[in-house]
C-alpha cells in the first residue's frame, strides 16, 4: 500500500485532539521562550532525555552566561559543562559552529533576524545547519518564536503510528511534513504534549498499558 493511501484525515487527528484535551486537558498558552535559548536546548535534547538536557543546559548557562562565552571559551570547557546530555563532544561541536555562523552572518548572537521571515524561509536560512534537523526547527517554531509547527519527537512517532496517524515504516523526518497539515490550526501545542503526555503515562515503549488505554478502539499495533 502507498503511503499516499495511508494519508490520516483532519477528522481523523482532531478526534484524538479532542480525545486527549478531554483526558488531559488544554495545556495553556506558555510564554515564548529566548529562540536561540530554545535552539541550543532543542540540540542538548537529541538522543536523550529532558531531564538530562536540563541538566546541561543549566551547566552551561552557569558556566557561561552568555552565548559569546561559549565561542570564547575551548571546546573541551564546553563539552564538560554539557555532558549530562550525552554525544557531549558532537553537540558542542555543533552549537559552537551554529554560534560562529549567527555571529558571522548577522553580526551579534540573536535569532532576532528569523522573526520577520516566515516559518519556509526560517527552514531555508537556518536547515542547512548541522544539528538542526526537522525536529529542532520545528521546536525552534513553536517553544521559540510561537508560530505554528508541529514537532515529531521518539514519542509522537510511536503513538501516531499506533494511531494510524503515521505510516509504520515512516521515519520522524519524513513524518513532521506528513502529519502538520493534517493538525487542526492553534492546535499544534495542544497535540505534541498531550501526545508525549499519553506516550509516557499509558502507551510506553516497552510495557504499554493497553488495558487502560483510553484510545485503544483507535489503536492499530499488533502486540
Known amino acids: 500500500m502507498q503511503h499516499s493511501e495511508l494519508r490520516p484525515t483532519k477528522g481523523k487527528v482532531k478526534k484524538v485532539l479532542q480525545i486527549l484535551e478531554r483526558k488531559y486537558?488544554?495545556?495553556s498558552d506558555r510564554k515564548v521562550n529566548n529562540p536561540l535559548d530554545t535552539l541550543i536546548q532543542t540540540i542538548l535534547s537529541q538522543n536523550t532525555?529532558?531531564?538530562n538536557r536540563d541538566r546541561a543546559f543549566q551547566r552551561l548557562k552557569i558556566q557561561f552566561p552568555h552565548w559569546e562565552n561559549v565561542l570564547d571559551a575551548r571546546t573541551k570547557a564546553v563539552v564538560g559543562a554539557i555532558r549530562p546530555a550525552g554525544l557531549a563532544n558532537q553537540k558542542a561541536k555543533r552549537i559552537r559552529e551554529i554560534l560562529r555562523w549567527i555571529q558571522k552572518h548577522h553580526g551579534k548572537l540573536s535569532l532576532s533576524f528569523l522573526?520577520?521571515?516566515?516559518?519556509?524561509?526560517i527552514k531555508k536560512t537556518i536547515g542547512g545547519l548541522?544539528?538542526?534537523g526537522p525536529k529542532t526547527l520545528n521546536c525552534l517554531l513553536l517553544f521559540g518564536m510561537g508560530r505554528e509547527a508541529f514537532p515529531v519527537d521518539t514519542h509522537v512517532l510511536r503513538v501516531g503510528k499506533h494511531l494510524g496517524l503515521i505510516p509504520e515504516r515512516m521515519n520522524a523526518e519524513k513524518?513532521?511534513?506528513?502529519?502538520a497539515p493534517f493538525v487542526p490550526k492553534g492546535k499544534s501545542l495542544s497535540l505534541h504534549l498531550n501526545l508525549i503526555r499519553f506516550g509516557r503515562a499509558v502507551c510506553k515503549a516497552r510495557k504499554p498499558l493497553c488495558d487502560i488505554c483510553f484510545?485503544?478502539?483507535r489503536c492499530t499495533a499488533k502486540w
Open 115 to 121: 522573526q520577520g521571515l516566515d516559518c519556509d524561509e
Open 130 to 132: 548541522k544539528g538542526i
Open 175 to 179: 513524518a513532521h511534513t506528513w502529519i
Open 49 to 51: 532525555n529532558d531531564l
Open 25 to 27: 486537558g488544554i495545556p
Open 215 to 217: 484510545l485503544k478502539d
